[in-house]
């Protein structure tokens, strides 16, 4: 609490990257370190989060027919953030607890705004719209050559979702897209490479994090 008995708001990290890229892993291992310095955590992850978002994840990851249009795709993923941003996000930050968000709105602007080709002015009025713009305090970009994350996704086995499964093109997109956004706001974003044990990946990410952590 402040003097003035208001307490401050918490501190939102969403950790974008490519498949495979290792952000739930860090997003498990961030949230460890901070509650082991006292501080409360919430961890999530899109689309998610909250039973209306992990609806909209279902007929996102397994749409049912043909599947979505890119248009629709983009607006599914805007509802799913728009219910996750009121109803878990935002109560959450207002309770003054840190907020660890496996994927957010930079993940619509790289898939579905740059590889998809709606462009990043759809994707950013749609976000205005659903979730009033809300911005995380710092982007954990997890980077690495796409060799090596294939290789970790063939040694965990899982099948692929609808959005994974796409080529190889697709992906390549993503990454561009992803490094644009970045380079566009260094100061919101840090990448980090990926490369290396979890344990020294963690190491990059608290130091990229040293200014926001009390
Ligand atoms: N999507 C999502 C959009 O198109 N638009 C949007 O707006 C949003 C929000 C989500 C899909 O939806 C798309 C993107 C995705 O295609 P998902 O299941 O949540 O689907 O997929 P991902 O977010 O890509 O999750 P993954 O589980 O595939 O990848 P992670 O979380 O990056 O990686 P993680 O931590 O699970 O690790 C992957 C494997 O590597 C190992 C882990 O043990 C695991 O087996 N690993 C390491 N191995 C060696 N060294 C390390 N340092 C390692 N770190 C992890």
Request: net charge negative.
């Amino acid at each position: 609490m402040s003097a003035a008995g208001q307490q401050a708001r918490g501190r939102f990290i969403a950790f974008e990257g490519g498949e495979g890229a290792g952000k739930s892993t860090q997003g498990r291992l961030l949230a460890e370190a901070l509650r082991a310095r006292g501080l409360p955590v919430v961890v999530t992850r899109e689309p998610g989060g909250t039973p209306g978002a992990e609806a909209i994840r279902s007929l996102l990851l397994d749409p049912p027919g043909e599947g979505w249009p890119p248009e629709a795709e983009a607006l599914l993923f805007a509802a799913a953030r728009a219910d996750h941003v009121a109803h878990l996000i935002r109560p959450a930050l207002a309770r003054g607890e840190w907020v660890i968000c496996d994927r957010f709105v930079d993940s619509s602007r790289a898939y579905q705004g740059g590889a998809g080709g709606l462009g990043d002015a759809a994707i950013t009025a749609l976000h205005a719209f659903g979730s009033a713009g809300l911005r995380p305090d710092r982007v954990i970009l997890l980077e690495a050559a796409e060799a090596a994350l294939g290789e970790r996704l063939a040694a965990r086995g899982a099948e692929a979702d609808a959005i994974e499964g796409r080529p190889a093109d697709y992906h390549r997109a993503v990454a561009a897209a992803f490094r644009s956004l970045a380079e566009a706001d260094p100061s919101g974003f840090a990448r980090i490479d990926a490369l290396g044990t979890p344990e020294a990946v963690h190491t990059r990410i608290i130091a990229a994090l040293a200014d926001l952590l009390p």
